[in-house]
């Protein structure tokens, strides 16, 4: 399927999810998962007016960075970062979706020359396998990121459980929100917090619906 009719298709879903909750679509932003694909596919992407890419490795990020650098595409790191490579990646991205701990917080303190647009990752669904912070970690997290005034707090991410029960991803999503809300409620100058980057390909319309603003979309967009 070209990337075209991959785009018709999840716009039309992403409407009406958000017709089902009064949301704007507006609010939406589809993020191009482009880690399994050639550099020619990220680049249909791009023609077809998908603006934002992620990519979850260094290496690829800059092989499709110069490429598309042309294209005023808006990069998202969505990998779990790995502080050696932090200096790279900060050239490379306007937003980082993995910040997990306060070591890495550190590194990007000292190695950005500017304020960098950061969701801290939330392990949700406590699977041993996922990366980020428990729930109840969150608050008392981003306190402590008060510490390195060039973070800047701009929403939460979640990787949902790999599962069907709607109910049970709807929950997750849910919950993020909350805590989301929870943030806000701080009123930290350097944490605005009102991002959600939540919903994959099997997840995206549920995610929607639970107040999604950043969705990640690889396969169903450009696989
Ligand atoms: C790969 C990846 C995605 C996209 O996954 P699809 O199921 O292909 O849409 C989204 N978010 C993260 C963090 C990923 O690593």
Same mark, same amino acid.
């Given at each position: 399927m /070209?990337?075209?009719a991959?785009l018709?298709e999840?716009?039309?879903?992403?409407?009406?999810?958000?017709?089902?909750?009064?949301?704007?679509?507006?609010?939406?932003?589809? *993020?191009?998962?482009?880690k399994?694909? &050639?550099?020619?596919?990220?680049?249909?992407?791009?023609e077809?007016g998908?603006?934002?890419?992620?990519?979850n490795?260094?290496?690829?990020?800059?092989?499709? @960075?110069?490429?598309?650098?042309?294209?005023?595409?808006v990069?998202?790191?969505i990998?779990?970062?790995?502080?050696?490579?932090?200096?790279?990646?900060?050239?490379?991205?306007?937003?980082?979706?993995s910040?997990?701990?306060? &070591?890495?917080?550190?590194? *990007?303190?000292?190695?950005?020359?500017?304020?960098?647009?950061?969701? *801290?990752?939330?392990?949700?669904?406590?699977? =041993? &396998?996922?990366?980020g912070?428990?729930?109840?970690?969150? *608050?008392?997290?981003v306190?402590?990121? =008060?510490?390195y005034?060039?973070?800047?707090?701009?929403?939460?991410?979640?990787?949902?459980?790999?599962?069907n029960?709607? /109910?049970?991803?709807?929950?997750?999503?849910?919950?993020?929100?909350?805590?989301?809300?929870?943030?806000?409620?701080?009123?930290?100058s350097?944490?605005?917090?009102?991002?959600? @980057?939540?919903?994959?390909?099997?997840d995206?319309?549920?995610?929607?619906?639970?107040?999604a603003?950043y969705?990640?979309?690889? @396969?169903?967009?450009?696989?």
């Amino acid at each position: 399927m /070209s990337v075209q009719a991959n785009l018709k298709e999840i716009q039309k879903n992403i409407s009406d999810a958000c017709a089902k909750v009064n949301r704007d679509t507006k609010e939406v932003t589809i *993020i191009g998962v482009t880690k399994y694909v &050639s550099i020619e596919r990220a680049a249909e992407a791009v023609e077809t007016g998908v603006s934002h890419l992620g990519e979850n490795r260094l290496e690829g990020l800059k092989e499709k @960075s110069n490429r598309l650098s042309l294209n005023n595409v808006v990069w998202h790191f969505i990998g779990s970062l790995q502080s050696k490579k932090v200096k790279h990646v900060i050239k490379e991205v306007d937003f980082i979706h993995s910040l997990d701990r306060l &070591s890495l917080a550190k590194e *990007i303190n000292k190695r950005a020359d500017q304020p960098i647009s950061c969701f *801290i990752q939330v392990n949700t669904s406590g699977e =041993q &396998s996922k990366h980020g912070l428990a729930s109840t970690e969150v *608050i008392d997290f981003v306190q402590k990121l =008060q510490a390195y005034p060039q973070i800047r707090v701009v929403g939460l991410m979640t990787m949902a459980p790999l599962t069907n029960d709607e /109910s049970l991803l709807r929950s997750t999503f849910r919950q993020l929100r909350l805590l989301r809300d929870d943030v806000q409620k701080l009123h930290l100058s350097y944490a605005p917090c009102s991002e959600l @980057s939540m919903g994959m390909s099997n997840d995206y319309a549920i995610a929607v619906e639970e107040g999604a603003t950043y969705i990640r979309v690889g @396969s169903n967009l450009v696989g």
